[in-house]
């Protein structure tokens, strides 16, 4: 299972096939293991990873650390889920330190940006403070380098 | 004037050219080749070794070491070898951190051999292994390991070749070129020889980390050090380096593992031709070990991705290919397509632009077979599969 997710986190459009070669098993033997990780909720889905830059599409987006009042029953949850079902919201993380969740936000332009946590994210009952970090560039996400080009230098044939 | 060439010392002068050598000025130059004929991970180092190299740098750390290594290095060495292979080396007095491998094998053999003193080795083998030894004016005597019994040395072969002149037996575990294993009966059935002829055991285990167990080779295998066997820590120099399993071949850093005065000898020579190992290469290996197991681990994985790619497109082409248990290379049987391995290299290269390197390069017994390297990207592995299909269809 761990070997398949491995594969799959970096490159989820294998075929079936391609998988059941790099791991030395049958495609049925694939199937049922994605199929299994997809109904108990392992994988979440699947995507492209964009580099925002090389595109026309001047979205921007911000991380917002957000500190909450937690409630008697449940913490935080209550209040984190609910964030997290707005669209804009990408990402949406519990963390230790300073403040209680990271929000990742995505928005057309800053005014759509800063208009959300305005209007909807620092009205909510429980959200003591908000800071907005807007992303300025891109090096590494989801794993990949921005711009990486790893040249083989090595001499062609070596002992 | 006299001839330049007449100028070469005798001994030098009988070492023939290189068959990698050879082969290596065919391939470059042209253009488009994907080459399976490398010896090195296509991995770079990982970034937090690169780093720390760095980092040792910017401290200014550009001056020599103690001749041994430096005493942090050894240690992080005796611990790592410790949890690796089972055996303990004392880092103060055991341990001689060397530019490679390469440098550590050619300090042993001028260490401890004699003129006219016998090395038993087993071929097919890592190029240097014979010249090494004649450079030392020692007489390499070898054992010829056959595809049939999956490049397995058979100890009665070893034995069959023992004189009263052999000092030392050479092994190569998991093996260059072939990537055979040695399975433990026969270990132990060598170091009863060695035991019985009171003989030194060189056992040279840089690919040691790269196994592929389990059914599918994912899971790692469990490597057995011969210098963990009874009674074999103090016949046994043991050879490890940091080239194969953390990408790090341009750091060029090898050490050997030795009873105290076999560490000495070698130490010597060291001291007078080496002087010590570059110091950012020591301090990079330090981070290695400390942090490095994980890296190591992927890469790994990676490689058995390609290992069963390759094995699975060799038995769809009709190649037959034993499955190898270590390093980075295939060694498919090519004989039942009526060329020798350096025909059939040669035509892959001109017809198809993918380079193998023709298995008698390894010496003789690696004739009727190529290597063919796995440390290749993925997608340059498929391509270059495919090229050797289109290949072997025209036979």
């Known amino acids: 299972m761990d070997a398949l997710l491995e594969l799959l986190e970096k490159n989820a459009r294998l075929t079936t096939a391609d998988m059941a070669v790099r791991l030395g098993k049958s495609p049925e033997e694939i199937e049922s293991m994605a199929a299994e990780l997809e109904s108990q909720g392992t994988i979440l889905g699947y995507h492209a990873v964009i580099d925002r830059d090389k595109t026309d599409d001047d979205r921007v987006s911000a991380l917002i650390e957000v500190k909450l009042t937690p409630e008697r029953d449940g913490g935080f949850d209550r209040l984190a889920k609910r964030i997290a079902k707005f669209g804009q919201v990408t990402s949406c993380y519990l963390m230790s330190g300073g403040y209680d969740l990271a929000v990742i936000v995505e928005g057309n332009d800053l005014k759509e940006v800063a208009q959300f946590v305005s209007e909807k994210l620092s009205t909510l009952d429980g959200v003591v403070s908000t800071a907005t970090h807007f992303q300025l560039k891109v090096y590494k996400q989801s794993g990949f380098l921005a711009a990486d080009t790893h040249e083989d230098e090595r001499l062609p044939v070596t002992p | ?395």
């Open chain 2, 1 to 395: 004037m006299k001839p330049h060439e007449d100028r070469i010392a005798d001994h030098v002068k009988q070492i023939p050219r290189s068959g990698i050598r050879d082969f290596f000025e065919l391939v470059q130059g042209r253009d488009d080749v994907i080459s399976l004929g490398v010896g090195e991970p296509d991995f770079a180092a990982p970034w937090h070794i690169r780093e720390a190299a760095i980092f040792s740098l910017e401290k200014g750390q550009t001056s020599y070491t103690s001749n041994l290594g430096l005493l942090s290095l050894r240690e992080s060495i005796s611990e790592y070898v410790e949890g690796q292979f089972d055996v303990r080396y004392d880092a103060k007095t055991e341990i001689l951190v060397t530019v490679g491998v390469s440098e550590a094998l050619d300090l042993v053999c001028r260490a401890m051999l004699n003129p006219g003193d016998e090395v038993i080795y087993h071929e097919p083998c890592y190029v240097s292994y014979n010249p090494s030894i004649a450079l030392a004016y020692g007489v390499a005597v070898g054992v010829q390991t056959k595809v049939e019994d999956e490049f397995v040395l058979k100890a009665v072969d070893v034995a069959a070749k023992i004189t009263d002149k052999t000092r030392m037996i050479l092994l190569n575990f998991p093996t260059n070129p072939t990537g055979a294993v040695e399975p433990l009966e026969e270990l132990e059935k060598i170091a009863a020889l060695a035991i019985e002829h009171d003989l030194i055991v060189v056992s040279d285990e840089i690919y040691s980390e790269l196994l592929y167990g389990g059914e599918s080779g994912m899971e790692r295998g469990e490597h057995v050090s011969i210098a963990s066997l009874p009674g074999m820590k103090e016949r046994t120099i043991l050879l490890h380096g940091f080239s194969k399993a953390f990408a790090m071949t341009g750091f060029r850093l090898g050490y050997s593992c030795a009873p105290h005065a076999l560490t000495e000898a070698m130490m010597k020579i060291h001291q007078y031709s080496m002087l010590c190992a570059p110091i950012m290469s020591q301090n990079a290996a330090v981070e290695a070990l400390k942090n490095g197991a994980g890296e190591v681990e992927k890469m790994r994985r990676a490689y058995a991705r390609r290992r069963n790619l390759l094995l699975n497109s060799f038995e769809k082409m009709g190649v037959p290919c034993f499955s190898p248990g270590g390093a980075f290379y295939a060694f498919p049987d090519i004989r039942k397509f009526g060329l020798s391995s350096k025909e059939f290299a040669l035509r892959l290269l001109e017809e198809e632009n993918v380079a193998v390197v023709p298995g008698d390069a390894f010496g003789a017994a690696g004739e009727g077979c190529v290597r063919a390297c796995y440390a290749t990207a993925f997608d340059q592995l498929e391509i270059a599969l495919e090229r050797i299909a289109n290949f072997v269809g025209r036979l």
